[in-house]
């Protein structure tokens, strides 16, 4: 994969650069959680033309890396025990676990998430919790796309998608128009769900993200530039496992 430095004052970063063969002209620049900086140009597009546009947006990469940095530091490796934070849908909930069941069982109860087992062991509420996420996913995302496929005309009927955990994603949509969806999104605020959701609907009648796409995505999500900021905040938090 071609690289290439950024500079900003006395500071430089090294990106990584991808062809994407579904944009147009536009260069896509992406600040990840991890503080990693990713550039996706169009073929035919040479290195010296992306180095001009990563440069050009300079002070918004090191915005964003300092963003991504501050949230790192707050953001701890889950152990899976009693008192721990979890989210769902944007709202935070203690984690409670309950040694001593006969059946294991996930439930949210009067603000807390209580994961009930015969042996509380970490491993088994971790894996209790993902099953529980996965399946409050699955039918949450599946409600919600049989609403705002009704509001995109060209769409006849809400599409299938699968369940893929992502490290930087929260969702994709292939050529196909194959739509995968991070279960993990399912703990960001509902008005950031719309938005992946209506970005990948939008996915099936423009398959890539030129001045179409992001008109299409304008007139059905207004706000999504800034439910996007709010998600891209959020990230290190409900991404790390």
């Known amino acids: 994969m071609i690289s290439g430095v950024l500079k900003y004052g006395t500071e430089q970063i090294e990106y990584s650069i991808a062809e994407n063969a579904r944009l147009v002209s536009r260069v896509r620049i992406h600040v990840n959680p991890d503080g ?19 440069q050009k947006r300079s002070r918004w990469i090191f915005r964003n890396l300092k963003v991504a940095a501050a949230a790192s530091k707050q953001a701890l490796p889950r152990r899976y025990v009693s008192g721990e934070a979890h ?20 439930r949210l109860r009067r603000g807390r998430l209580e994961v009930c087992l015969p042996i509380a062991d970490p491993a088994a509420v971790r894996r209790r919790l993902r099953e529980w996420y996965r399946q409050r996913a699955t039918a949450y995302f ?21 369940l893929l ?6 969702g994709s949509c292939s050529p196909a128009g ?30 890539n993200h ?21 998600l891209d905040t959020l990230a290190e938090q409900l991404l790390i496992d």
């Open 36 to 54: 990693g900086v990713e550039v996706e140009r169009p073929l035919g597009v040479e290195p010296d033309e992306v180095q001009r546009a990563v």
């Open 142 to 162: 599946s409600k919600k796309l049989t609403e705002l496929v009704v509001r995109i005309d060209g769409i006849a009927s809400a599409p299938s998608f699968q």
């Open 210 to 230: 030129s001045k179409r796409f992001y008109t299409l995505l304008d007139r059905h999500r207004p706000n999504w530039r800034r439910q996007k900021k709010e």
């Open 178 to 207: 194959q739509i995968v969806l991070n279960p993990s999104l399912i703990k960001a605020p509902a008005q950031c769900v719309e938005y992946v959701l209506t970005h990948e609907l939008c996915h099936l009648l423009e398959h």
């Open 165 to 170: 955990a992502m490290e930087k994603r929260w």
């Open 87 to 106: 989210f769902y849908l944007g709202r935070r909930y203690k984690l409670i676990v309950i040694e001593g069941a006969e059946a294991s069982e996930t």
